[in-house]
């Protein structure tokens, strides 16, 4: 069961995790992601990763093809079926200027001894629906 402090914890942790794709290396991912984390961006049309050291590669191509911010909002936490997920709203600038793009990222999270970490995060753009975030 999530005491108060454990959400806490993990808004922290949601909140560090686009402070870790936007800082300048990828030397914040540890503190955010499992060793054998999933990152799956393919319903924003970019691709699948397994692995912390995959996920690092494809954060490490920089600004572009990534968005040059990442912005989150609403996190909600909850237990599901014996695991730790959280639904959150994310917002990124329209590369070609004047709007922002959203979408969700939909986590599931889990408690290590180092704190809680991301295991597997689904992210999926949602605004505007014809548009793609990274190639």
Sequence with gaps: MLDTSDIVEIYQLMGLCHHAVDHSDQSMFPLVFTEDARFDG??????????????????????????????????????????????MKWLIPDPDGGSMWGGENNDWVVRTNAGWRIKERVATLRYPADKRVVP
């Design 42 to 87: 393919r319903p924003t049309g970019g691709p699948l990763f397994e692995g912390i050291e995959a996920i690092k590669g494809f954060f490490a191509l920089g600004k572009p093809p990534h968005p040059a911010q990442h912005h989150m909002t609403n996190p909600w936490v909850r237990e599901e079926n014996g695991r730790v997920l959280v639904k």
